[in-house]
């Protein structure tokens, strides 16, 4: 990849591939191929899962995060990715044994392994493969040249590299793509494209002389068919919120080494796309700040993470310093940076990316130090050990954990898949 992105820059756009598997489940529907409300075991006879009642899943109940299917399914896809012309039907006939987490319909989940199902319902329903259906009738309706859901087995040179951070930021030594894993993550195109895509969103399916639906078939997506939890809606996988007031339509992606950013503000007929090539590179805050100056809104003040100056100063001073250097910003009143347990937490996973393991035991403890009674600086400690291949060591740990808080959900799973 080159050192130097520009507008012709190729990103992994992580989940704003999202709202591009809705377009083509609506132009499906526009045929007469499918239908929203049709059964997911309709197009995919061997469409199973280990809860009863799956049969009566339903593709809508997957395009608005209510079918309860879990968040992922699948572990280390990304240093074993998958080519195949069969990975979608794969990955489905691999949730045979997969729980759901809620009945379908009955409450918010997001989903990443639902959006792999439809992905393999487009290419079931349309005879052609998921990449070639999107790509004809999407992309190329839509006038974009360069995205795609198809990667090289090489990275190309004009194509942005995944970044990373442990204690300085690098280059991954893998990338996030994986064709199982395409519907929901592998969209990839510059940030021409993805104007051009906002732009037809904002035009209800058409802008100037492309055009992917009419009107009608479009209205779906952007219609408020389920709640959030945090007080918003969600159309066919499109966010329906508000900022500052104005009504948005809005996704982000974050996949390791890519942080995205689509904001559509239909009221003023204005579209912001952010597109970053780093983890940790608040591009929700970018784009808010951006309709704040053109609104004329004020713009907000900026926090920055907490993991910079502590890391520059690990590295730089050593771990000592380090340390002290984050009791001063836990103490800060200047709102200039964020730390807190869950940052320094985060800053420990970081380090299990990088395989940097003796650091992140050492971010780790120090959090046990700072939080004692938090189950969660138990169980990530237990995450390092396991990394490290301590299964011992991190059983204890998870156990820690659920004796600092027995409803601490995240080490229950994990021992469970230790025990057999």
């Known amino acids: 990849a ?19 598997v809705a377009a083509a489940l609506l132009h499906l529907q526009s045929q007469g191929r499918l239908g929203l409300d049709a059964p997911i075991v309709q197009h995919l006879p061997y469409f199973k899962l280990g809860t009863a009642g799956y049969e009566r899943l339903t593709i809508r109940q997957i395009l ?26 794969t990955y ?7 729980e759901l987490e809620f009945a379908p319909g009955t409450a918010y989940g997001y989903s990443n392994a639902g959006f792999n199902v439809l992905g393999d319902v487009i290419a079931k329903a349309s005879g052609q493969s998921f990449e070639a259906y999107v790509d004809q009738y999407i992309f190329q309706a839509a006038g974009m040249t360069t995205a795609t859901f198809l990667k090289p087995d090489s ?29 929901s993550s592998a969209l990839h195109a510059n940030i021409i494209d993805m104007c051009r895509w906002g732009m037809l969103n904002l035009g209800h399916g058409s802008s100037g002389a492309f055009s992917v639906l009419d009107s009608t078939d479009y209205a779906p997506m952007i219609q408020p068919w389920a709640d959030t ?22 996704h982000t992606g974050a996949d390791i080494g890519f942080s995205t950013q689509m904001i559509l503000y239909p009221g003023e007929d204005i579209g912001i796309v952010v597109l970053a090539n780093r983890a940790y590179s608040r591009t929700a805050r970018l784009a808010n700040a951006i309709m704040e100056i053109i609104a004329d809104l004020g713009v907000k003040p900026y926090e920055v993470s907490g993991r910079f100056p502590f890391c520059q100063t690990w590295e730089e001073r050593g771990w000592e310093s380090a340390q002290a250097a984050w009791r001063l910003l836990l103490r800060d009143t200047t709102d200039q940076y964020y730390a807190d347990e869950w940052e320094l937490n985060s800053i420990g996973h970081g380090l299990i990316f990088t395989e940097e393991y003796e650091k992140a035991k050492a971010v780790f403890a120090f959090n046990i130090e700072l939080f ?32 600092v808080d027995p409803a601490f959900g995240d080490p229950g799973p994990k021992l469970a898949a230790l025990a057999r």
């Open 2 to 20: 080159r050192d130097t992105a520009d507008i012709y820059t190729i990103y992994h756009l992580a989940s704003l591939s999202k709202p591009v």
């Open 64 to 89: 608005t995060h209510t079918s309860g299917l879990p968040a992922n399914v699948g572990k280390d896809e990304w240093a074993h990715p998958s080519y195949a012309a069969e990975a979608l039907e």
């Open 92 to 98: 489905v006939k691999g949730l045979a044994e997969t």
């Open 155 to 183: 990275l190309p040179e004009h194509w942005a590299a995944p970044h990373i951070i442990g204690t300085q930021t690098r280059v991954w030594e893998h990338y996030p793509y994986n064709r199982r894993y395409a519907p």
């Open 229 to 250: 939890p945090w007080g918003e809606k969600i159309g066919l996988s499109w966010y329906l919120q508000h900022y500052e007031g104005k009504p948005t339509i809005l």
């Open 372 to 403: 004692p009674e938090s189950a969660n600086t138990y169980d990530s400690y237990g995450d390092a050990l396991l990394a490290m291949g301590d299964t011992i060591g991190a059983i204890s740990y998870f156990q820690r954990a659920l004796e």
